[in-house]
């Protein structure tokens, strides 16, 4: 008889419930399959003599397993585990008649890229940061005093909109980085800005119906919530000085733009684009969503005004997100909305998943509060400039002739042009297979690029490894 | 000359960034209002004087915020914070033209109950628990581990379905539990049980073609879910056994059910219904979502099992919740999925926010995984046994002769018929007015219920308030 492989934890001797845990913990392992079928069980004297437990018990036990089907006799030779009751191998085949998928679903399964991000050697793709130095002995700190202080009031159901002590926080936050004047009475917290975008779509768009304006390339994040809610993509070019306000159809109910940092070339939306635009939705009756991803990060003059704060304020709604400043597995974004769309999407966000995790909504709260946070960014400015600084050295050097970067003067990616010759994609893949990981304007582009080239993210990456990847990339080219 | 009445908080002296940092903390002092307009700025020699620093620095940063207009220079008086910038009240009105709310926004708004939960003196309703004896410290001590594993590798983006050791951990809850066997593989882990009828809605429904049977009375934040996606709703009555399965129509794609603890009723849907739905639902097609919200709770005899566990597993889909068994503002829940479905929720929780904050995710892992998780079950469902008890023997007691208690063997509410010459409406609101909140079952309801009653949820309040609060009702009828 062999000791049994599942370590039993039981109650201490004398305490009630012993019985129970032992029949439990037998009946788990065994459904779990860490009891494997087949596995012969120790005799019954030799596992209560083990577990200090009576010998009539442990019988009790395995005649109520032996009566329930999870445990056989073989006369002779024993008590094992029955083959009947494990999990069976997840059936493949859906069964003969079910319901169908929802339209939406099927169209999503048709799209949907890969789930998870594949790792690589040296990683270029854009939206990746560097969690290296992220100040988890404060964070934990402020965890802790959050749970704390929590415990005995709000591990309740909370308010949709979020945490109100979250919400002024992120006020006080805007207004630093943004110079946006907004009440904790116009936001709405929301798992990232990817639930903003979810709400936005759900909230606005008629199936079939809505036209939606969205950047070409842009962010498929964005437009595929709302393409799953059935909007009628309106796709609009981008060049050096931001999407072409000229070609924005006047018939659309909402246009989508990141005018900071436009994602993904870099560019910045110019000031007299940033008017035309708004002079636009006033004219149309638009409502446009200004995506401000990353703009939090720098380099040079003093940013443009976000639109929020040169349009009227019930004209914009603005979308922020700590996935750049803080880390994207935080998942914590907001939208400061209109007085006339904010019932909306918090009864939206009470029906889909009610609101977000308490104490984490506390902690950054504190986080944010106490001034961590913008000594957080200013901190990862300074290395993120060392990086771009590092990355446009490197683009000159080795990739002068054929590849031009793109203007930009915030966050953590820029794009550059390639020379019409050469192509992107094949390049990016060639790159890959030499352990550097980037991506190409097409591949977030929904019409044929007028001029295809590549996005460098340099959030993840060291400057050393910048250097190193632009030097493979350019191998492939020379 | 009065001192700044904003704290600033400027980087020690000799730090660069000193200047930019007073600027930027007067220019969101101001435009957050807790600098209000009017308010005359300290003189730049007094200010320059209390934060050491140089004084053309702070005429350089009072000449910057003028410049901008967010100062105004009154001759002989002094340096005003100016009205012009602040933060208007959010505009009330819409502007003029502005798009439509979708059609099922539109829906949604006129059926939203109210956001948050108000306070009662004595709390029966339904849903609430009792987190005061959430073990804190051993929750902390995990985070706190979480937090210094994950900060390398895991703040990036994770998979949509949820961290693998979280899926691993659930296996083994749900095993335990409930008898279910299933791999991590089946598992999508989602933002408390609310996303979890969202992504289903979203998944199964083709919006005004759909049929999805409900409960009568019901779970509303199911059924809402459903009803927001486009979804035609079914209701069918429920009796002392559980949905009439007679009454279920055959052309439904999709039954939502409470099987162990029906809400609000609180039967138990019984052995020879539970084989009459599934063989219905192999006839029609239609796939089971069954939603265990609280059968972790359990008094007298061993349950039922799970539809999960009798059905073809490619028939029902599991829903649970880990927000009556630690609490509600941790916002944990998930789905046990059949093969087909699976990618299509996938898909959805990426396009609706992704997926949930990670160290919490990781937090519970360990928090299931050590076996924290089922003695703090075993923990409260004494404390709740206790409580039941104490409520049954009021109701005894006080209301004999007009509340008929139903049968419930699981979960933490009850509830109990009214005597037909009586109404539970306005008993609860004469209740609520002497401090006792409760609901009544016609709350919940979509048609008119055969038979009113109260539904009493004892997880919140100690044995005392609970007679003290069934006293107090008792009062209004005698």
Known sequence: MSDLQVPLRLPPPGSRNRRAALYEQLRT??????????????????????????????????????????????????????????????????????????????????????????PAEIDLRPGRTDVSQFPLVTWRR???????????????YQHPAGLPELRRAICGHVAAVRGLACSPEEIVVTNGAQQAFDLLARALVDPRRTRVVVEDPGYPGARGAFALAGAILRPVPVDDCGICVDAVPEDAAVILVTPSHQFPTGVCLSHERRHALIRLAERSGAVIIEDDYDSEFRFG??????????????????????????????????????EWLRPTLVSLRRASDWHGEVTTAATLAAFIGEGHLSRHIGRMQRAYSARRQALLDALEEHAGTWLRPLAQQAGVHLSAHLLPTLEAEPLARSARRSGVALDWLGRFALTQPSQDGFVFGYGLCTPEQIRAAIGRLAAHVT
């Open 301 to 338: 003059t003093r940013p443009l005004d976000a639109l929020r704060v040169i349009a009227p304020t019930s004209r914009v709604v603005y979308v922020g997100t700590f996935s750049k400043s803080l880390f994207p597995a935080l998942r914590c974004g907001f939208i400061v909305a209109p």
């Open 29 to 118: 392992a065994i459904l779990t399959g860490r009891l494997p079928a087949g596995t012969r069980l120790p005799a019954s004297r030799g596992l209560a003599c083990q577990l200090s437990l009576s010998r009539s018990s442990v019988v009790a036990v395995y005649d109520q397993l032996l009566g329930e089907g999870y445990l056989e006799a073989r006369t002779g030779s024993g008590t094992f585990v029955s083959p009947a009751l494990q999990s069976p191998p997840p059936s493949k085949r859906a069964p003969a008649r079910r319901p169908p998928l929802s339209p939406s679903a099927r169209a999503l399964a048709r799209t949907a890229g890969p789930a998870a991000v594949d």
């Open 142 to 156: 402020l965890y802790s005093r959050a749970l704390r202080r929590l415990a005995n009031d709000q591990l309740d």
